[in-house]
């Protein structure tokens, strides 16, 4: 069997597209375009390059784009006020603080101190406790894309075994929740799960947030399984290159023999937390000026 490649890219790119349809008609009923606000501390290479994106596609999106940029010294209190700030100004829709924060700086403070009407990474203990309960709220951007490109291919996930291979609190536990939530019998497996090939085989929807380079290996794959890779795992790079290629955790040559669709690294799930950020923004700022949910996202 040859997998389809599940195309995360176009996924995205349509619902940035959507999304920027809905900004449009959200300003005309608002008076105002809703806005995403960027807290970036310190100079990390990597959190500098997605900041810059994140920019670059709110605005492409026709929403307003805030961006904070405060030095790695920054006090816990100035950045707190920063997050007080924001939280009450009107302009202000989603409030993202980029981690990891530098050393010395109580990164869960931070987080719990955003609105969780405004917090579009859905890392708030709120936020959690909603996606939990099963209220409406706001849910953490890669999990949430991981499910819509899921729901694409199969449609109604009721019933269906899911292992979700890694329990952070960004990734893991909210996949879990979300497949739960879609009516799927849900293992989460981690570093001390016992016999992880044998838990993988059972599974019809496998979804790896792990951060180990080609981990989960074809053999342990059920035949026609659906695979969501959420890892993105950086080679050693081969001689005379520069850098090393980018791999998932799933052996992505070997899986495509055995599976039935699955997700490439890059260009599958990566793409779409941007898109499902921008998604997040826009249905915050419906709820933050009492407009219904946006339509189609
Ligand atoms: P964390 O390091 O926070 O979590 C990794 C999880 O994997 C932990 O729960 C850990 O278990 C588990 N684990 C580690 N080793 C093993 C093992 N040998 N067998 C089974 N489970 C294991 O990572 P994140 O969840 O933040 O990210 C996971 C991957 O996803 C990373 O590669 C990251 O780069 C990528 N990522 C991609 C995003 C995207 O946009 N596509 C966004 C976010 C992350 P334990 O809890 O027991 O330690």
Redesign the pocket.
């Given at each position: 069997m040859t997998a389809q490649i599940i195309d995360g890219k176009a996924f995205a790119a349509g619902l940035r597209e959507k999304v920027g349809e809905l900004a449009a008609r959200f300003e005309a009923a608002a008076g105002r375009k809703a806005g995403l606000a960027v807290v970036l501390v310190g100079d990390d290479p990597a959190s500098q390059v997605y900041v810059a994106s994140k920019a670059k596609q709110t605005v492409a999106c026709g929403m307003n784009s805030f961006e904070h940029r405060l030095p790695a010294d920054t006090a816990q209190d100035d950045l707190e006020a920063l997050v007080d700030q924001l939280n009450a100004d009107p302009a202000v829709d989603g409030i993202l603080v980029q981690l990891p924060l530098p050393k010395g700086l109580d990164e869960q403070a931070v987080v719990a101190r955003i609105s969780p009407d405004k917090d579009v990474d859905g890392l708030t203990p709120t936020s959690t406790g909603r996606l939990a309960l099963g209220l409406p709220g706001l849910v953490p951007c890669?999990p949430l894309g991981s499910l819509m490109l899921l729901k694409d291919q199969l449609g109604d996930l009721s019933g269906m075994d899911a292992v979700v291979?890694?329990?952070?609190i960004?990734?893991?536990k909210p996949m879990a929740q979300l497949l739960l939530g879609e009516n799927c019998t849900v293992t989460i497996?981690?570093?001390?799960?016992r016999d992880?090939p044998e838990v993988v085989r059972g599974a019809d929807i496998v979804v790896a947030?792990?951060?180990?380079a080609e981990?989960v290996k074809p053999e342990w794959l059920k035949p026609g399984a659906i695979v969501i890779d959420?890892?993105?795992?950086r080679l050693d790079p081969e001689p005379g290159k520069e850098k090393g290629r980018l791999v998932g955790?799933v052996d992505f040559a070997g899986a495509s023999e055995v599976v039935k669709a699955i997700t490439p690294v890059p260009g599958g799930?990566?793409p779409m937390?941007i898109a499902v950020l921008l998604r997040n923004t826009l249905v915050a700022a419906h709820r933050n000026e009492g407009l219904s949910d946006p339509e189609g996202l």
């Open positions: 890669t291979i890694g329990r952070s960004l990734v893991g497996a981690h570093s001390r799960t992880l947030a792990v951060g180990r981990m959420v890892g993105i795992n955790d799930v990566g937390t």
